[in-house]
T-cell receptor, first 115, second 110 residues
Framework: EPEVTQTPSHQVTQMGQEVILRCVPISNHLYFYWYRQILGQKVEFLVSFYNNEISEKSEIFDDQFSVERPDGSNFTLKIRSTKLEDSAMYFC????WGPGTGELFFGEGSRLTVL | KNEVEQSPQNLTAQEGEFITINCSYSVGISALHWLQQHPGGGIVSLFMLSSGKKKHGRLIATINIQEKHSSLHITASHPRDSAVYICAVVPVGTGNQFYFGTGTSLTVIP
């Protein structure tokens, strides 16, 4: 069964360092998303990506964050200069259609720890 | 501000019990999703609803758009159903945005 894969599963980094989280969405999907979940808190929407551009982003997704689909298969989330409060589980998801009409498929998550 | 409220926050049930988890939301929506988050953290989509009712195995999801309310029911609960169940809505006019509930942590005891 096709699945969304994320790497790394866990990354530990020093505050101020750049981090890139990688996702391989399901191959025929068109919509891509990043979410985060701080430990013990609810899942939060970060950004959605469609047709090679950001279609929606939340207030959390400030200038420190960027997304890219560099090669038609990977979908990356970059955090330019990590802060302690960026420590969270980051989930990638993809869907064939937008979330108003289509099921989402999630990756297993990438746990980011900022020291 | 919390656009999506779930109840109860925590639920413990005996194996075999019928379980109901509720979700209320305050915004107009184009769809509502029920998600299951496993103890290891992974998230699986259970249902996407825009009206009426859907059933998949022992799981049933209903939505009342006028009352801005959805319920997830689990019949004949089993310990493997133990997980966090999350309601997420797609607000009208936002396209691909999601508002998530805080989740309901379910523990089913054998």
């Amino acid at each position: 069964e096709p699945e969304v894969t994320q790497t790394p599963s866990h990354q530990v980094t020093q505050m101020g360092q750049e981090v890139i989280l990688r996702c391989v969405p399901i191959s025929n999907h068109l919509y891509f998303y990043w979410y985060r979940q701080i430990l013990g808190q609810k899942v939060e929407f970060l950004v959605s990506f469609y047709n090679n551009e950001i279609s929606e982003k939340s207030e959390i997704f400030d200038d420190q964050f960027s997304v890219e689909r560099p090669d038609g298969s990977n979908f990356t989330l970059k955090i330019r200069s990590t802060k302690l409060e960026d420590s969270a589980m980051y989930f990638c998801a993809s869907s064939s259609w937008g979330p108003g009409t289509g099921e989402l498929f999630f990756g297993e998550g990438s746990r980011l720890t900022v020291l | 501000k919390n656009e999506v409220e779930q109840s109860p926050q925590n639920l413990t049930a005996q194996e075999g019990e019928f379980i109901t988890i509720n979700c209320s939301y305050s915004v107009g929506i184009s769809a509502l999703h029920w998600l299951q988050q496993h103890p290891g953290g992974g998230i699986v989509s259970l249902f996407m609803l825009s009206s009426g009712k859907k059933k998949h195995g022992r799981l049933i999801a209903t939505i009342n758009i006028q009352e801005k309310h959805s319920s997830l029911h689990i019949t004949a609960s089993h310990p493997r159903d133990s997980a966090v169940y999350i309601c997420a809505v797609v607000p009208v006019g936002t396209g691909n945005q999601f508002y998530f509930g805080t989740g309901t942590s379910l523990t089913v005891i054998p």
